[in-house]
């Protein structure tokens, strides 16, 4: 079974750029999330999306990041623009939708604005 | 609102000796408690997870955990460490079981010598 895939692995960008994060969740898995994790720290729900719908997306930064998922499958995590603060890994995990935290993570997107 | 707190960022542990890794909770209802383990550039994977079942729960790779209602805490323990186990672990606490509402630990790093 495929595990849950992201694109790219590493993005190195300038402040104030723009980037994007890809993410396709393991087949069949309805929910899916967007975790923000700073060196250091434990990752942070971002947004949850339930199928193509918002879940939560109450601790996203919305003036400067948007995610979505048109089509109930893959999703992509937009920043704009970046912040130094940023720079963290955005991880991508996936659920059946039963929940317990029996979330299914990727490997990652490390991204450092300089 | 619900916090975890792993006691220790780093710990070190010689090959074959136990491993014992810290998480204490807080929540203002039942609990669901959860150990991940992130291995060097990889997503986390589920290690083990307590759901108000038995108190005391294995995981993979020999890892138990022992939820301790008196004491709020949830430690994580290997008998015998494996150089292989040298990864970060993270504690992680629900107070429902929704994924929407997992907060993580900042991790402990633990490092196996030879």
């Known amino acids: 079974e495929a595990g849950v895939a992201q694109s790219p692995r590493y993005k190195i960008i300038e402040k104030r750029q723009s980037v994007a994060f890809w993410c396709n969740p393991i087949?069949?898995?309805?929910?899916l999330y967007w975790y923000q994790q700073i060196l250091g720290q434990g990752p942070k729900l971002l947004i949850q999306?339930?199928?193509?719908?918002?879940?939560?997306d109450s601790q996203l930064p919305k003036d400067r990041f948007s995610a979505e998922r048109l089509k109930g499958v893959d999703s992509t995590l937009k920043i704009q623009p970046a912040k130094l603060e940023d720079s963290a890994v955005y991880l991508c995990?996936?659920?059946?939708?039963?929940?317990?935290?029996?979330?299914?993570f990727g490997e990652g997107s490390r991204l450092t604005v300089l | 609102a619900q916090s975890v707190t792993q006691l220790g960022s780093h710990v070190s542990v010689s090959e074959g000796a136990l491993v014992l890794l810290r998480c204490n909770y807080s929540?203002?209802?039942?609990?669901?408690l959860f150990w991940y383990v992130q291995y060097p550039n990889q997503g986390l994977q589920l290690l083990l997870k307590?759901?108000?079942?038995?108190?005391l729960v294995k995981g993979i790779n020999g890892f138990e955990a022992e939820f301790k209602k008196s004491e709020t805490s949830f430690h994580l323990t290997k008998p015998s460490a494996h150089m292989s186990d040298a990864a970060e672990y993270f504690c992680?606490?629900?107070?429902?079981?929704?994924?929407?509402?997992?907060?993580f630990g900042s991790g402990t790093q633990l490092t196996v010598l030879p």
């Open positions: 995990a996936s659920s059946l939708g039963g929940n317990w935290g029996e979330l299914f």
């Open positions: 087949s069949g898995h309805a929910t």
């Open positions: 999306f339930q199928n193509n719908g918002v879940v939560d």
């Open positions: 929540s203002s209802v039942p609990p669901y």
């Open positions: 307590y759901t108000s079942a038995a108190t």
């Open positions: 992680a606490v629900t107070p429902s079981g929704s994924a929407r509402q997992l907060t």
